[in-house]
Each structure stands twice: as C-alpha cells, then as structure tokens.
C-alpha cells in the first residue's frame, strides 16, 4: 500500500476544517466547511488561496538551458526574456502531449512547474534528454501557493509592489515578511493572480499571513476545477495526453514559427498544415444534469462523434458546461448535439471557449 504524501500545509488544512483527498499521491483538501459552490464564487468575487505544492517545481540550468528545452517542446524558449515565463507541452515522437508545463526564464536557467501526477516522467525525461551541459535541480524543498481573483492584487500590493507590478507570465523575486519568494503574476482559474515559490520551513506562515487578509478565503481541488473548466483551461489526463497533439487540443498558439526540432514535429507541423481528425470544443448543455467525462456525444442521426473530456455544473453560469474532444469538421453552434447518458439523450451545443472570459493583466 502505497504511503500518501502530505504537503507543508497538510496540518493546517486540518485545522482549517478540510476534506482531505488522495489526489497524484498527495493527500490533498478538496473542499472546506463553507463547501465547493462557495469557494469557486468567492475566488471570482474576492480572492482565493491554493495550496498547489504537490506540483513539481524544478530548475534547469545552465547556458544551454533554454535552447536545450526548447528541442523538446514546440515553443520558443530561447526567445524568453529573464523572468518571463512560458506555457508549453513537452511532446513525444508521436506528436502526443508528456505534459503542460510552465517555464520561467532566470538568470542562472530556467525554472519549470510540472504537473503532480506527471512529474516523476517528467523528471525522468528531463534528465534523460538534456546534456552535461544542463544541470537539473528537483526542488522538493519548495512549496508552491497561488492566490486567485479579483482582489488578488489589491491583497499583494500589501506584501510585495514588485510582485503587483507585474504584468500577466512574468516574475519577480521579492521578501514577504522577511520570506523569500519567487512570484509570478499567472494562474489556473481565469483570474487575474499570482503563483508563489517558498521554502518548504516558511510556508505555514506565509499562508497564514495571506488567508488572514479580509478578501482570501482556501480553495480546495473541487473549485480549482471548477473554475479551471469556466476558463477553459486544459487538464492533463483529460483534454491532454499522449495521444493528443497540441493541435488537435486547440494549443497551435503556442507552437513557435520555424521550429521543427522538437519531438513529433512532423506529426504536429503536418496538422497545422492540413488540419486534424478531432479537436477540443466547449460545450453548453441544454439541461440541468452534468455531463461527465467519457459521455459520448452524437449528432442528429444519432451517429458517435466524439466524447466529453471534462465536465460539471458551472456556478458562474448556472448551468452545466463541458469540453469535449469531436471529429472534425466540428458542428457549429446551430448544429443539434447530443450527450448520452444512460437511456437519455441530452441536448447540447457547441459554444465557444472559454466560457467565462479571462480577467489576465496584460
């Protein structure tokens, strides 16, 4: 039986009164006494408090960092300036997805936030592809926070003017009470907000420092996903995985111009070229009950056209919403859509992504 992993904040979760999960390995909270409606509608009223030190956070570095990285990614990664991060997927020679993954240009290399449940692969593959010229850090000594909403800048300004400065995928390293801290202005939710990186020993009480602030309520992996799903955020082992390209999970934009050194670049360059099988769409559905992952959706001959991807009940609309993953060419709005679940045919239409329209600081 494998033993759960606990974060630095384990202890505090209880004393918050959270229902602990396991989730990648981790026991993790997934909601508080207040419950997930409360906390996903406080993060995109006020502000939320993430405890996301289960992600893998790494260091590359080195002067060939960045243009090592970038041969095993479709981005460009040596056009980053210092401090600037980078949304990107590491691919495999088929083109499919190893993970997402955020990247941060530093003066020394780069920094890198994988996925929890991916992050042993990932690790592996990092050390398995990069030279002697790279020196690859695991940094299990950090934790990692993010502070979600409208009101999350109006709470940082109170810690850190270098931090609320920032514009949206940028960073700064700052003290907050006396901690350092590398902090970047990006987020899961939609919402503007920020990312910290703390050590492991000060993270207790940089927590309890920012949820005593007026407008912070914790936000367990219920909302998380929740508002990751209104934004139209992809989840890895749901919209990604390594059978789908960045193409077909509606990710081109982050494919850089030129390159094609980089896994399954034949694959992906191809389907940019001549478009792909499937692609993921964002769905409306047209009832009260949730769709779920693995529905099948159909057409109006009844005819299997592809399968939901993520789905749930979105508290910012009142209604159920979903993406999914449909043979292309996708119908288009007006198009009759079904959901079948069970005996029952659900009516759903396709809308465009994302659902509620993101609030970044650009």
């Not at 981005?75 to 691919?91: E, H, K, N």
């Not at 020679?93 to 890198?112: E, F, K, Q, Y």
């Not at 799903?229 to 990710?251: D, F, K, M, Q």
Request: aromatic content about 6%.
């Amino acid at each position: 039986m494998t033993t759960l992993k606990q974060t630095p904040l384990y202890p505090l979760h209880l004393e918050l009164g959270a229902k602990m999960v396991p989730f990648a390995g981790y026991q993790m909270p997934v909601r508080y006494p207040n419950g997930t409606l409360h906390e996903h509608l406080h993060c995109r009223n006020h502000a939320g408090f993430f405890d996301i030190s289960h992600m893998g956070q790494c260091l590359i570095l080195g002067d060939s960092a960045a243009g090592e990285l970038e041969m095993l990614t479709p981005s460009d990664i040596t056009g980053l300036a210092f401090l600037q991060q980078r949304y990107t997927v590491l691919t495999n020679d088929n083109g499919g997805i190893i993970d997402d993954i955020i990247v941060t240009r530093l003066p020394s290399g780069l920094m890198a936030i994988v996925n929890a449940a991916c992050k042993d692969k990932d690790f592996k593959h990092f050390k398995t592809h990069l030279s002697d010229h790279c020196h690859f850090k695991e940094m299990a000594d950090q934790a990692l926070f993010a502070l979600q909403g409208p009101a999350a800048a109006t709470v940082m300004q109170k810690f850190s003017a270098a931090a609320t400065n920032l514009l949206f995928m940028h960073a700064c390293e700052d003290d907050i009470d006396g901690i350092h801290c590398t902090i970047s202005r990006s987020g899961y939710t939609g919402e503007d907000g920020f990312e910290i990186s703390v050590a492991n020993e000060q993270a207790d009480h940089l927590a309890r420092l920012l949820l005593a602030e007026e407008a912070v309520e914790p936000i367990g992996l219920g909302a998380r996903d929740s508002l990751r799903l209104e934004a139209g955020l992809c989840l890895y082992g749901h919209e990604l995985n390594e059978s789908i390209t960045p193409v077909e999970a509606g990710l081109r934009w982050l494919i850089k111009k030129g390159h094609d050194q980089f896994p399954g670049a034949g694959r992906i360059l191809a389907q940019l070229q001549q478009g792909t099988e499937k692609s993921r769409v964002g769905l409306l559905v047209e009832s009260k009950i949730p769709i779920r992952e693995g529905c099948i959706i159909t057409d109006e001959t009844n005819d299997a056209i592809g399968h939901v991807t993520s789905g749930g009940f979105s508290p910012s609309l009142g209604r159920p919403i979903a993406m999914a993953m449909l043979h292309n060419p996708a119908p288009g709005t007006n198009h009759a859509l079904y959901a079948r679940i069970r005996d029952h045919q659900l009516p759903v239409k396709v809308t465009e992504l994302p659902f509620i329209p993101h609030r970044y600081r650009r």
